[in-house]
């Protein structure tokens, strides 16, 4: 059974820095593209980044958002992903997503964890 | 950036009537269209796929359509389970972009 479990979120200061995980189990990780997500509180939701799988060499994006401040990478061999946020903003406040994209056609999140709640609030 | 706007934002509907949601985009996606469900305090399920292709254990009241710049969600003989917001994805081009939320209420 596939199984996305994320952690690390909670209350951080503006421009504060946090790192927030997600373990996969059910599947080989590196043989996906995984991606960050977030939603504001009652808000839809927003794409933050990803990285590539092992045959593209694990290649990152980043919303135009949190491009400079966040990082998105993974550890296959702990069959984790990781999101460290730095400078974090009031803005930054949401529930963070970890999704898997399909092994073959790289496009559609057939996955999603559960999200963990990060607030940026003083 | 591909901009999706999704039509309407809310809709409040019986059971076992047909509901229709749109996505419309700012320029042709071909068919790197997808549709999500997100039940209240849950987090998104798939539901369709390049437009119109079912995603595994989907229920098959659930349909998609279209291609280009507009597409369909279709929802026959809704039932009390599908009170959810639906999300249209494109993965057409950097950055991915959402639809901005249809919210649909069982009366």
């Known amino acids: 059974e596939v199984q996305l479990v994320e952690s690390g979120g909670g209350l951080v200061q503006p421009g504060g820095s946090l790192r927030l995980s997600c373990a996969a189990s059910g599947f080989t990780l590196s043989d996906h593209y995984m991606d960050w997500v977030r939603q504001a509180p009652g808000k839809g939701l927003e794409w933050v980044g990803r990285?590539?799988?092992?045959?593209?060499?694990?290649?990152?994006a980043y919303a135009a958002s949190v491009k400079g401040r966040f990082t998105i990478s993974r550890d296959d061999s702990k069959n984790s992903l990781y999101l460290q946020m730095n400078s974090l903003k009031t803005e930054d406040t949401a529930v963070y997503y970890c999704?898997?994209?399909?092994?073959?056609?790289?496009?559609?999140?057939?996955?999603w964890g559960q999200g963990t709640l990060v607030t940026v609030s003083s | 950036e591909i901009v999706l706007t999704q039509s309407p934002d809310f809709q409040s509907v019986t059971p076992k009537e047909k509901v229709t949601i749109t996505c419309r985009a700012s320029q042709s996606i071909g068919s790197q269209l997808h549709w999500y469900q997100q039940k209240p305090d849950q987090s998104p399920k798939l539901l369709i796929k390049y437009a119109s292709q079912s995603f595994s254990g989907v229920p098959s009241r659930f349909s998609g359509s279209g291609s280009g710049t507009d597409f369909t969600l279709t929802i026959n003989s809704l039932e009390a389970e599908d009170a959810a917001t639906y999300y249209c994805h494109q993965s057409s081009s950097l950055p991915i972009t959402f639809g901005q939320g249809t919210r649909l209420e069982i009366k």
């Open positions: 990285t590539g799988d092992k045959a593209t060499g694990y290649t990152t």
């Open positions: 999704a898997r994209r399909n092994r073959v056609t790289t496009k559609e999140f057939d996955y």
